[in-house]
């Protein structure tokens, strides 16, 4: 047996103290499978006195990550401090050290991708992340491995757990979207500020990762669209229902048409989906990702997108990678950049079917008002949904599905309608996907 592969643990809080107990637990199981051994020889943490009480290793702890890339007997980083500055700071001196990375840092990777592949690529050092996107689900090892040989087509993700609970409670529990996310956070699923859950941006990293990944540029923010699930109220859910349909937070990465050289989308909204489908049966924290590749079809990934244990799992995967690489050097250092294809598709191109709800005066030639507006964008009604009401005069809710149309085309729409006098509040308009 050769020398342990020292490790640098940077960051002890949930995660890292499960990957710290994990490598414990099963570092004979990993020495058999890995024919290494795996060691944690530096903790860096903000406190190590109080730590040192908890009963981690006090001989093991720094209050300085330099001292993890500085210690000779350290080969692999393990980065799950989750901050900005600071964690990228370390991950590039970590790279400029010539010392593997691992790390779980969604946001720095969406965001800063780009820099710090350029450094691993000068520095011939691999970056592993796989508990970046969807926790436990090995989603990114299964796109850089197992689905090499397919042009991916779309990915379908409900990668936000917390969104995808205050939705499951708003739709099975009727509660509203403020009771739902007051269970989230009370059960300890929502981030500490819980906005980047509901507002799609949490989900928004995770998008830009998987379609980085998939289709070999690191996809600038500035070109994705994302909305959140705060502005969605009872009445939506309870009107997708009567429609046959569910609403999730979904992330969709889609390349049109299917080929070389094409353009990306990469959005993550609201979306109404067909009850049938199998992404409208994950509930609760769960989080799923449907794949389509152009030689395998589709693959569905399902499982905890986060938590302790299942974002250990999915670091553990990275170190015992991070491990095999630094033994014989290789091509993949976690990210293969190539220009196979094209940019990202601006969102006033991208086509979608709506669902439009509006709150309406119920008298005479409303309807036709509206629909007049939408003939003349040449904009398609599916189907028009209003619940009787007693009065006449009353305002009422009108559902309208839409057929294919444009961003741009509803946009314009949508403000024309708003501005009738038969309308009484701000349209809602919210996207459906039927995955064809
Ligand atoms: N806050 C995230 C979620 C978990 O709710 O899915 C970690 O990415």
Known sequence: MQH???IGLAGLGNVGAG?????QNN???LRERLGLD???????VRNPANRAEEGFPAALLTENWR???DDPSVQIIVEVMGRKEESLELILAALDAKKA????NKALLAEHGGQIFESAT???TPVFYEAAVGGGIPIIKCLREALVGNHIDSIHGIINGTSNYILTRMTDGDLSFQEALAEAQAAGYAEPDPSFDVNGWDAAHKAMILASLAYGFWIPKDQIFVEGIEQLTAADIRFAKSLGYKIKLLGIIKASPHSEGSEIEVRVHPTLIPRDHVLASVNGVFNAIAVHGDVVGEVLFYGRGAGQNPTSSAVLSDIAEAADAIQRPRRDLGFIPHSLYGSCKPIESSLSEYYLRLTVEDRPGVIAQIAGILGELQIGISSILQPESDEEGANVALVMMIHTASNSQMRNAVERIDALSCVKRPPRMIRVEHFS
């Open 38 to 44: 795996l060691e944690v020889r530096r903790i860096a």
């Open 19 to 23: 990957v710290f107990k994990h490598l």
């Open 27 to 29: 570092r004979t199981l």
């Open 67 to 69: 001292d993890l890339v």
């Open 122 to 124: 000068r520095n011939q």
């Open 4 to 6: 342990p592969i020292g």
């Open 101 to 104: 990375v691992v790390t779980a």
